[in-house]
């Protein structure tokens, strides 16, 4: 099993900056992907940014150039460095992992990041 454990969000105001953390912990041998999701209220969950093993990365194009996503291997920790925060950034965002060789996925229970006007 695998937990994760997210950390980092909060109340920031339009244009502002947060950063958030994840760490796993439990029984796996490596970690393959790690991302972020966000679920806004009344609308599905989207993957908003992820990083592999590798360092490679890929991004949702409505936060491109405003986020960062990064991973410490050696923590088995992923950041969501997020800049230019705006209105529509509102959402629970939740972190996700996938262990391997054993494919399977585990998810975070969440954190609220709330961006006022």
């Known amino acids: 099993q695998v937990q994760l454990v997210e950390s980092g969000g909060g109340l920031v105001q339009a244009g502002g900056s947060l950063r958030l953390s994840c760490t796993a912990s439990g029984t796996f041998f490596s970690l393959n992907v790690m991302g972020w999701h966000r679920q806004a209220p009344g609308k599905e969950r989207e993957l908003v940014a992820a990083v592999r093993r590798d360092g490679s990365t890929n991004y949702v194009d409505s936060v491109q150039g405003r986020f960062t996503i990064s991973r410490d291997n050696a923590k088995n920790t992923v950041y969501l460095q997020m800049n230019s925060l705006k209105l529509e950034d509102t959402a629970v965002y939740y972190c996700?992992?996938?262990?391997?060789?054993?494919?399977?996925?585990?998810w975070g229970s969440g954190t609220l990041v709330t961006v006022s006007s």
């Open positions: 996700n992992a996938e262990t391997w060789p054993v494919r399977k996925n585990y």
